[in-house]
Structures are given as structure tokens and as C-alpha cells.
């Protein structure tokens, strides 16, 4: 299992889903905690509430770039829709085949791994697993890409 994975295990068993494990590796990132940002990245959980909605790891990866790109005084990053737009594109390009709902995102990863979708509509974590880190790989590169520890230095 992936190194970044093992991590984040300890959260997955506190029932954190995508969204929230995005920002809980960019807080560990930058050495912050903020537990209220966690409850709130509950919001788009399962696709928001299992309503069809986008995947978490959509929302949440959008939201992760757009709180670590965040310059002294609280101003936003001047590339920050840049950022967002290459994170969202690459996202939708990498779920092209399913789409980007969680339902969908789930159910393609399931058929990826040749396993059965969850039958209770909640995405198996171990399945999104893979594609966690590959968003979170991408949000790194996007990250370094934009110099973003020297913003507001």
C-alpha cells in the first residue's frame, strides 16, 4: 500500500472522507491544524450528501490549492483560478471514462480494480486510495509549479 495511504489510515478509520484528507495533508504540509476547516470539508463528502454531486477529491483538491495558496494578510493567490482550472481539468480528464461524480468515480474505480462497487452508495476507501494520491501528486505539482512557499514571503 502507498506510503501516503498508510498515513492517512488513521483518519480513514476516524471516518474522514476525501475532501477532508486533502486538507488534512495540506495542514500536516504546513504544520497547521484547523479543525474547523476539516468539519466544514465534510460538506462534500460523497459526492455532497450522496446527491450526485462531485467527487470529494474534486472539491476537496480545488479546496486544498486554494487554502495553501493563500498569501500573508489573507489575500487570495493572483493564479489561483489558474490553479484551480488545471487541477479541475486534469481531474475531469482523469475520470473522463465514468465521469466526476462520486458515484461514478467510485463505481469506475471499482470496475478499474475488477472489484464490486460498495452496495451502500459510500465509495470503498481502499479504491480511492490510488486515486488520492494521484491527486494529491498533482496538487503538489501544481503547488511547486506556482512557487507557493514564496508567495507573500
Known sequence: MNALVME???????????????????????????????????GPCHGIGQSGGP?????GGAAALAWLSGVDGGDEHPMLEAM??????????????WGYGCEAVAQGLAAEAGASPANDSK????????????????????????QLDTVGA
Request: one cysteine or more; a negative charge.
Open 8 to 42: 492517512l489510515l488513521p483518519y480513514v478509520r476516524q471516518g474522514y472522507c476525501c475532501s477532508q484528507l486533502l486538507l488534512v495533508l495540506a495542514m500536516q504540509m504546513r504544520g497547521e491544524e484547523n479543525p474547523g476547516l476539516l468539519r466544514a470539508m465534510r
Open 55 to 59: 467527487c470529494g477529491l474534486l472539491a
Open 84 to 97: 484551480t482550472n488545471e487541477y479541475g481539468t486534469w481531474f475531469l480528464e482523469r475520470t473522463q471514462a
Open 123 to 146: 465509495p470503498d476507501m481502499s479504491l480511492c486510495a490510488g486515486l488520492l494520491a494521484e491527486c494529491w501528486e498533482k496538487i503538489m505539482e501544481i503547488h511547486d509549479a506556482y
